[in-house]
Every structure is written in structure tokens, then in C-alpha cells.
């Protein structure tokens, strides 16, 4: 079974960093894609970023653009986003997702927003940032 456990939420002052990590079991990371998305109080989720499976090339959504980065650790079947510059807008359920169909940039993108065609998703981790 695909599992994926994420790690690493907590509460920071707005400007702060945090490390979100998803650790991945029951699959090979390097044959998945896998990305990160949130979820604010009362909000629709929403993809934060993700890494192709077809090229290793990243994606990220404009307002998070400079200030996080996606990375993974195939040696230990895990994804990162390491979150700098974090603004109260950022305070949200961090989610991480993989999926095993192999899809390019633009075809990934072609899928709602809210989930970006990932077909297996762990429990979220909740990060806050304080003003």
C-alpha cells in the first residue's frame, strides 16, 4: 500500500522558515510524481507545488514562487518543501500527494488545481504563521 506520512508543521513569525518533509512507503519515489498542496480555514484546497515524474522538472504556484522549494530524496522515499519568507497567508493544512502516471509539467497542469491528477494522499500538517 502507498503511504505517506508528513512531518515537520508548526508555528512560526510571519518572515520564518519550515521544512516540511513526506515520507513515502509501498513505492519507489523515483517512479512517482509527488507534490504539496494546503488547505486554509475555510478555504478550497489548493496545489502548492509538485515535481514531474516524466523530467524531474518543479512547479510552483506564483504566490509561493521564490520562497519555497520542492525537492525528493529517492534514497529515502522522501519530498520536501523547505518554506521561507512565510506570511500569514501561508498558514494552512499542508498536504503531500504522489501519483504514479507519468505526465509532464503541462499535463499535470491540465488537472484542477486542487489536486493535480495525484492519486495518493497522506494526513496533513498544519503550519501557522503569525504576524
Known amino acids: 500500500d502507498v503511504q505517506l506520512q508528513a512531518s515537520g508543521g508548526g508555528s512560526v513569525q510571519a518572515g520564518g522558515s519550515l521544512r516540511l518533509s513526506c515520507a513515502g512507503s509501498g513505492f519507489t519515489l523515483d517512479d512517482y510524481a509527488s507534490g504539496w498542496f494546503r488547505q486554509a480555514p475555510g478555504k478550497e484546497r489548493e496545489g502548492v507545488s509538485f515535481i514531474s515524474d516524466s523530467d524531474g522538472s518543479t512547479f510552483y504556484i506564483d504566490s509561493v514562487k521564490g520562497r519555497f522549494t520542492i525537492s525528493s530524496d529517492n534514497a529515502k522515499n522522501t519530498v520536501y518543501l523547505q518554506m521561507n519568507n512565510l506570511k500569514p497567508e501561508d498558514t494552512a493544512v499542508y498536504y503531500c500527494?504522489?501519483?504514479?502516471?507519468?505526465?509532464?509539467?503541462?499535463?499535470?497542469?491540465?488537472?484542477?488545481?486542487?489536486?493535480w491528477g495525484m492519486g495518493y494522499w497522506g494526513k496533513g500538517t498544519l503550519v501557522t504563521v503569525s504576524s
Open positions: 500527494a504522489v501519483d504514479d502516471e507519468q505526465m509532464s509539467v503541462s499535463d499535470r497542469n491540465r488537472h484542477s488545481e486542487s489536486y
